[in-house]
């Protein structure tokens, strides 16, 4: 079985290194990050992911906007 893969996006900093070291731990998965919702976007584009945790409230892209756009092309994505 192939490990979980999750893309982390917060435009925080120390939240986003906390938050990933916590999740990576947690549930032995493995952990992307991305600063922004153009970012996340980019990295969705390249490479599948099976969890997206998002900031809601993040500059330029909000985590709502990230949804929406990932939805498009990459529904499988929760």
Known sequence: MAQVKILIVDD?????ERLAKLVARRFKCE?????????????LKKDKF???????KMPGLSGIDVIREAAKFTPETK
């Open 50 to 56: 099976d969890v997206m945790i998002l900031d809601i």
């Open 31 to 43: 952990v992307e990050q991305a600063s922004n919702g153009t970012i996340a976007l980019e990295k």
């Open 12 to 16: 925080e900093e120390d939240v986003l």
